[in-house]
């Protein structure tokens, strides 16, 4: 029972475009949505973070979205840089104090 | 400052045989918490523990269990380890305090049974 869902497994975009990567969740419990980055062989690293009673916050070429009605999360990235190509992992935090991980979505940004 | 350090990196065993994975930090966090990544499954929550000597468990405890005797180590041990347990294991840790998921992850260690 997946409570949070990244239904696409890779992405490629060019330099200098947008990238969206895109979240599903099921649980209404949760506080906080996150997003993780991730290069190979190194641990993942904490990017952006999104309360729930919020629907955008925003930290330089970052944008993360809530819907919470949809119960659908997104990051942007403006504009790509080739040094942005990693795995991205969305994350939900249970008022418990345990945060759940999404299936990750691996970032190609071509130059 | 080191951050969150975990030893081995990497770790080859035989079923059945027992093993610890370390966990340590310096930052005085008193969340800390094991994940495995595995291909398309994403990072699962193993154990975690909101300060010393408290645990509990995550989505995927079976087949592993936890101690936290002091603030800064949270060992891993595996006592009979099965092909299933094949997969990359991430240690993290947070203050308590900030409550909003932000983790500091070590680097990973890499377990492979045959």
């Known amino acids: 029972d997946q409570q949070v869902k990244q239904n696409s497994p890779s992405l490629s975009v060019q330099e200098g475009r947008i990238s969206i990567l895109n979240c599903d969740y099921t649980?209404?419990?949760?506080?906080?949505f996150l997003w993780y980055k991730k290069y190979p062989a190194e641990g993942p690293t904490f990017l952006i973070s999104?309360?729930?009673?919020?629907d955008k916050n925003e930290d330089g070429r970052f944008t993360v979205f809530l819907n919470k009605s949809a119960k659908h999360l997104s990051l942007h990235i403006v504009p790509s840089q080739p040094g942005d190509s990693a795995v991205y992992f969305c994350?939900?935090?249970?008022?418990?104090?345990?945060?759940?991980f999404g299936q990750g979505t691996e970032l190609s940004v071509k130059p | 400052n080191a951050g969150v350090t975990q030893t081995p990196k990497f770790q080859v065993l035989k079923t059945g045989q027992s093993m610890t994975l370390q966990c340590a930090q310096d930052?005085?966090?008193?969340?800390m918490s094991w994940y495995r990544q595995d291909p398309g499954m994403g990072l699962r929550l193993i154990h975690y523990?909101?300060?010393?000597?408290?645990?509990d468990q995550g989505e995927v405890p079976n087949g592993y269990n936890v101690s936290r005797s002091t603030t800064e180590d949270f060992p891993l041990r595996l006592l009979s380890a099965a092909p299933s347990q094949t997969s990359v294991y991430f240690c993290?840790?947070?203050?308590?305090?900030?409550?909003?998921?932000?983790?500091?992850f070590g680097e990973g260690s890499r377990l492979t049974v045959l």
């Open positions: 993290a840790s947070s203050r308590t305090g900030t409550n909003t998921g932000e983790l500091f």
């Open positions: 649980n209404s419990m949760f506080d906080y």
């Open positions: 999104i309360s729930s009673i919020k």
């Open positions: 994350a939900a935090h249970t008022w418990g104090g345990k945060l759940i």
């Open positions: 930052m005085n966090h008193e969340y």
């Open positions: 523990s909101v300060g010393a000597g408290i645990t």
